[in-house]
Nanobody, 119 residues
Framework: QVQLVESGGGLVQAGGSLRLSCLAS????????MGWFRQAPGKERELVAA????????SYADSVKGRFTISRDNTKNTVYLQMNSLRPEDTAVYYC????????????WGQGTQVTVSS
């Protein structure tokens, strides 16, 4: 497994931007698909964006398409989530996760970072 630490959350007004970062430990980061999830109070955790191990393929939840961009820098063991045009409904705890190359399941998680969007 890989250890993950998120940063970059905070309070922002609607229409603003934030960039989340997730730093991974270990030498095998480039082998993992990565995802950003979020969980709002009273709601289930949802996959927001995902990126393949080599960065060649990305996918997004419909609710964030055109506003969020996932990227990664394998030389820095880091995955990013650029969030633009933020809305109050984007308020949640955001988690990054690593996808097992054996099972395809997300089995390594960070501690989460809070994003709050005020109206």
């Amino acid at each position: 497994q890989v250890q993950l630490v998120e940063s970059g959350g905070g309070l922002v007004q609607a229409g603003g931007s934030l960039r989340l970062s997730c730093l991974a430990s270990g030498r095998t980061f480039s082998r993992y698909g990565m995802g950003w999830f979020r969980q709002a109070p009273g709601k289930e955790r949802e996959l927001v964006a995902a990126i393949a191990s080599n960065g060649g393929r990305t996918s997004y939840a419909d609710s964030v398409k055109g506003r969020f961009t996932i990227s990664r820098d394998n030389t820095k063991n880091t995955v990013y989530l650029q969030m633009n045009s933020l809305r109050p409904e984007d308020t949640a705890v955001y988690y990054c996760a690593a996808q097992s190359f054996l099972t395809g399941n997300y089995n390594s998680w960070g501690q989460g970072t809070q994003v709050t969007v005020s109206s």
